[in-house]
């Protein structure tokens, strides 16, 4: 089993930065693909940023410039830097990570950005 922790969500003003984390831990010693989505209330779950084994990466348009992920293979850690927020960033950010052919997800870490 692996499980996986977010942290380093929370409110924020628009045009401000949050740091997001997601640390892994169990039957995993470092990350294959990884990547965050995010879920705003009645929309359906997206795609936010990607990040291969060999630290490619992919990002939605919404994001592009303002969004960076990256990985930590000795802490097993993937993370979101979001600069430049904006309102309809808000939303419930989840990690996941591919293992094995099987798909693993955290709890989800709230981001709201609002004056």
């Known amino acids: 089993q692996v499980q996986l922790v977010e942290s380093g969500g929370g409110l924020v003003q628009p045009g401000g930065s949050l740091r997001l984390s997601c640390v892994a831990s169990?039957?995993?010693?470092?990350?294959?693909?990884a990547g965050w989505y995010r879920q705003a209330p009645g929309k359906p779950r997206e795609l936010v940023a990607s990040?291969?084994?060999?630290?490619?990466?992919n990002y939605a348009d919404s994001v592009k410039g303002r969004f960076t992920i990256s990985r930590d293979n000795a802490r097993i850690t993937v993370y979101l830097q979001m600069n430049s927020l904006k309102p309809e960033d808000t939303a419930a950010y989840y990690c996941?990570?591919?293992?094995?052919?099987?798909?693993?997800w955290g709890q989800g870490t709230q981001v709201t950005v609002s004056s």
């Open positions: 996941y990570t591919r293992l094995l052919a099987l798909t693993y």
């Open positions: 169990g039957s995993i010693s470092s990350f294959n693909s």
């Open positions: 990040i291969t084994r060999g630290s490619n990466t």
